[in-house]
Structure formats: C-alpha cells, structure tokens
Nanobody, 124 residues
C-alpha cells in the first residue's frame, strides 16, 4: 500500500510556471506507475500525465503536451509535474495517483491510490 501527499500548488498568472510534487510512502515506490489528474469545479476528473515505474516512459493529455513534464525520483519516492506556460483553463485541483504495475495510461479507474490534491489557480 502507498500513501500520497501532493504539494506545490498555488496562485500564478497566465504564462507562469508551477512545480507540483507528490511524495509517496512505502519501500516499493519503484514498482508503482504514477499519474497526475485534475478536476476543475463542475467538471469531471481529467487525465494530465502518466509515467511508468522506471521513469523512462511518459504519456500526456493533448491539452498539456509540450507545456507539462512529468518525472520521478525513485530514490526520493517522489513524482513531480513541472507546469509551464500555464493558462486559466489549467485551474483545478491536481491529484497524483498510483497503481502497482509497470505502466498505466489515462484511465482514472485503473489507479488504486490517490492523494488529497493541491489547488492550482491560474489568473488571466
């Protein structure tokens, strides 16, 4: 089992950057595929990015491709989401998620563990 805690959210102007972090408990973090999802008020949860357990395979939603970068540090049990060129449409609560498998993609129901989320607000 793994517990996830996100940090790094905040208020930023359009065009700015934020770096989200997700800290995971447990000694087998390197056996979990990780993902980032977001949910804006009144909208359904949306896939953002995913990374495999070794960190050499990534997948992005079209809406963030070229602007966001997902990366992990298995020695530190963390997965980060570097967000650049932020837009007001990126405003949401961002959650990290984990599943005990090599790799998973954009389906939220394939992830077993979720963090509480961190708020990202992008002003125009």
């Amino acid at each position: 089992q793994v517990q996830l805690v996100e940090s790094g959210g905040g208020l930023v102007q359009a065009g700015g950057s934020l770096r989200l972090s997700c800290a995971a408990s447990g000694r087998t973090f390197n056996r979990y595929a990780m993902g980032w999802f977001r949910q804006a008020p009144g909208k359904e949860r949306e896939f953002v990015a995913a990374i495999n357990w070794s960190g050499d395979r990534t997948y992005y939603a079209d809406s963030v491709k070229g602007r966001f970068i997902i990366a992990r540090d298995n020695a530190k049990n963390t997965v980060n989401l570097q967000m650049n060129s932020l837009k007001p449409d990126d405003t949401a609560i961002y959650h990290c998620a984990a599943v005990h498998d090599f790799y998973r993609g954009p389906r939220a129901d394939e992830y077993d563990y979720w963090g509480q989320g961190t708020q990202v607000t992008v002003s125009s």
